[in-house]
């Protein structure tokens, strides 16, 4: 199983980037997608989260600027992101928790994470 982001980059204040990030491998299903993101010299921090139920949640710092949507049918999920700060400057990850086929057949579950996109925000 392998998540791959993309769409990172550079962009003004005020702008709008759009990352995604899809799954690939024996999946059977994916349960919870995650964006964190971490910026130079701090932790890693939750963006937004959206469940199989289409349920999302977002940090305070994001909501009305954010928004999170997923395709079960690509396997895919993104991040809408507008009104951007220099703030919002980081490298974003997406995580999954997901079902996948195991060698024995059996389905097994794990965290899986992308190796991330870095998201500057400079005029």
């Known amino acids: 199983v392998q998540l791959q982001a993309s769409g990172g980059g550079l962009v003004q204040p005020g702008g709008s980037l759009r990352l995604s990030c899809a799954a690939s491998?024996?999946?059977?299903?994916?349960?919870?997608w995650r964006w964190y993101r971490q910026a130079p010299g701090k932790q890693r921090d939750l963006v937004a989260r959206?469940?199989?139920?289409?349920?999302?949640n977002y940090a305070d710092s994001v909501k009305g600027r954010f928004t999170i949507s997923r395709d079960n049918a690509k396997r895919t999920v993104d991040l809408q992101m507008n009104s951007l700060k220099p703030e919002d400057t980081a490298v974003y990850y997406c995580n999954a928790d997901l079902r996948y086929y195991s060698s024995s057949g059996s389905v097994s579950r794990d965290d899986y994470w992308g190796q991330g996109t870095l998201v500057t925000v400079s005029s």
């Open positions: 491998g024996s999946i059977f299903s994916i349960d919870v």
């Open positions: 959206i469940t199989s139920g289409d349920n999302t």
